[in-house]
């Protein structure tokens, strides 16, 4: 496989004016007729035409009319032309029912349906396949089949026709066509422009009692960009179509939206509020890609995260003004860390802006896009809001209908700003930076001392300072603000700032002393810093805070989100130290826990988030930082030792608490009603440990919403009740696949660590099990993988397990494959037993032959 490098961007040699395309649609032997109109570049001094084309057999190629032959190659074709405009058209034939990679047009129950991003449309047909070569298309599909769908709005139809043409210009991989026996759930919107729009989500038949919230998300969305960012949609029809078979959560084609059906399709009986808040932000991120990605759009792949970062942002934003905003902001971070830390503690690291790639399918990664999303947000947190949204206006009218860069984008800021030196480093160097605070107090002054340091990585061995924005606060002994929340600006790797907080309005300012000699005060009334308040920078923060700064700041900050990183700091602490087997917890810190869960100040959304303890992953991170080998056995008894402390120690209230937040009204996947069944979910944890499952089981019978079945039934695994009730069950909702999907998940996810890879062979045997379905795939494989405990048991049976099935996979989808690599990516965090372990798997799916050129990069990279 061929590297591809930024530097080696050359601009196409040739526009595209127009595309005519016809399909004759077939599940076996689909022709599809391409009539394209070519004018030479003249920014171009290259004339070689070439077009890209993979999978499908030519049958004619002409140009002007006249017939022309064509040189083949393994990924495209050449011809000669003319140095003038002129027309090629070229009829092809695929095979959809044959395309089990799910990329090009494929067939999916039945239903036709195309993926195109990145590189999927040169699977459809011959042409120029890069999102620099924007044109305008006009699609005829021809099928027996009642609905055919593609970009743009519909011109006309007959019986087993049907015609559409997109006004804007896009690049190929925007290009979508459905044709399927669907129904639509409709509705309509008329944009603050005037333009009434006919809105529908295409469903099978039997899904269809599941649309309604999908269809209200994409209306609230739609308000929403009109009202914050002024942008509103552009033609007359938005359609969305629900998918069975899709590698990823959904595409933002033009004007018709493919979705994975556990993206777009939901009911209180069959999704939980968790499913119902993904797929509200999934729509509103697809549709907001209308403008940021769509209406402009990236020059090339390595600017992949000028559409994604930005639009994962705005789908943030939209999160955040629909429900709690504190909330939003943790499970961002929560994810974050999760996935994007990982990933760039790991050899997978990468910059938001790489320089080459191998394979862009590889590339749709949590850097691209969360950490991509966090350099907007500091751009905000820099600028300010007003200034913010001036360059983002900017950005729109200056580039509508082109394919830009991150530079372009960046210039749309003033890139002179003295308030922005510096901070396109953001999106070319990879690495967590990791900021350490020291303080110290000279009776009422305080000096602030942040260093930071970016660790190096394999590809980039020197690391520069990056500017920071520290958003801090200073709380006094009774947990009052004493300043408002300030941005101190770390440039340099180096900086102090000092504050008297004995002034009637204490304010930061910059100072050259060190805090290194001077004394640290250890009196218990000091003031106590909140420190990166509201995620502000995604950084990884040593501020070695005592545990009674860490409990004022769980009590009282008035900062919800650094309140709740209070508390994840005591319990890391803590469970790091149980997992060692060095300390018991401190019982100031259980009665703090129990304070928190019962706090009536805080919404129930927050309590259930705080009261969760890290998960066996964080834990080994936090480990790991500090050079300790984890071990994930030790971690997982310690987090099962303290769950059992916290049920004894809150024992008293927890019936009570749990009576006291049902919710009694009919169900409402709203922030509410979800807060207050993620905090009775959290409390029947508990009970569970106390009473044995009797309230679960009774749960689990009764439930008539899916968040409180599914939470009860995970409750139960491990306990008596929990083969009865997963038997139940699965006869409930054996016709439902997305239900089913969490059937397999939960009991692998929530086996205990001898368990789970037996659980999830086990399972791969089960009749409703289907290599073919990502969904259902990533359900069992990737939840064995998410089973930290689980999947890394000492005797390797989760990695041979996972590896087996990739091997499996990669013959059928390799994107897929590819991407579930990464469960390997932490090899070099356990011990070296486990690491070897896990490259030897790694080393027999690379022995495979014909391994897909996707999993050998990822593989390759991952090995180092
Ligand atoms: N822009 C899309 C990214 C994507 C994708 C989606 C589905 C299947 C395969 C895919 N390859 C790339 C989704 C998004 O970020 O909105
Ligand atoms: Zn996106």
Redesign the pocket.
Known sequence: PQTIYLADYTVPAYHVDSVHLTFQLHPTATRVTSKIAFRPNPESADRAFYLHGEHMKLISARIDGQPVDVSLTPDGLTADVPDAPFIWEAEVEIDPQSNTA??GLYLSNGMFCT?C??E?FRRITYYPDRPDVMSVFTVRIMSDLPVLLSNGNPTDSGDGWAEWHDPWPKPAYLFALVAGDLVAHSDSFTTSEGRDVALNIYVRADDIDKCAFGMEALKASMVWDERVYGRAYDLDIFNIVAVDD???????NKGLN?F?SSAVLASPETATDANFERIEA?IA??YF?NWT?NRITCRDWFQLCL??GL?VFRDQQFTADTRDPAVARINDVNALRGRQFREDAGPLSHAVRPDSFVEI?NF?TATI?EKGAEIIRMLMTILGEEDYYKGLTEYFDRHDGQAVTIEDFFACFGDDDPRLAGFSRWWHQSGTPHVTIEQAWQGSELTLTARQETPPSAQQQHKEALPIPLAVGLIDADGRDLTPTSVLMLNDTTQSWTIDTRTTTPAWRDTNASASDQQNSDASDAPTLSLNRGFAAPIILHADQSENDLLRLMAHDSDTFSAWEAGRTLALNTLGDMARGIKTPSDAYVDAWCLSLRSEDRAPAFRALASALPSTMDIATHLKSQGHTPDPQAIYDARETLSQQFAEAAQDSLQRLFAQHQVTQSYRPDAEQSGKRALCGRILGLITRLDGGAEAAKQHANADNMTSQLTALGCLIGTEHATKSLEAFYQQWAHERLVIDKWFGIQIGQAAPADASKVAKFLTEHEAFNVKNPNRFRATLGALAANTAGFHTAGGSGYALLADWLITLDGINP?TTARMTSAFETWAMWDSARGEKMRVEMKRILSTPNLSSDTTEMITRILG
Not at 246 to 252: K, L, R, S
């Open positions: 799910l990329e993926q991003e990145a999927g899709f590698n990823m959560g959904a595409m933002e493919i994975n999934i991120h697809e890609h990605g559409k994604e639009t399918n749709y896009y994107q």
